[in-house]
Nanobody, 117 residues
């Protein structure tokens, strides 16, 4: 079965950087684009970043451009989100999600990032 397990979240101050990881199993990881999506407390879902299957093309939301970098290691079946210059507004549950033709079919349970100034 498809499984996506996020890790790397925590409690940090704005100057601190974090790298989130998403360990994937149950499917051919390199065949799928992957996304990071987040949900701030009391807010709706916000798309953060996307990376194509081979890792050659990435897209990011304006709110994180220049600060967050999505990447993947297909040999390890792992998706990453490097987060620098963290702001309190980045506080959210971060989810990795598999992208298919019909949308994001599978999501992880999420990892909480709390940025406290």
């Amino acid at each position: 079965q498809v499984q996506l397990v996020e890790s790397g979240g925590g409690l940090v101050q704005p100057v601190v950087s974090l790298r989130l990881s998403c360990a994937a199993s149950g499917f051919t990881f390199s065949s799928y684009s992957m996304n990071w999506v987040r949900q701030a407390p009391g807010k709706g879902l916000e798309w953060v970043s996307r990376i194509t299957g081979g890792g050659g093309t990435t897209f990011s939301a304006d709110s994180v451009k220049g600060r967050f970098t999505i990447s993947r290691d297909n040999a390890k079946n792992t998706l990453y989100l490097q987060m620098n210059s963290l702001k309190p507004e980045d506080t959210a549950v971060y989810y990795c999600a598999q992208e298919a033709s019909g949308g994001m079919d599978f999501w992880g349970k999420g990892t909480l990032v709390t940025v406290s100034s």
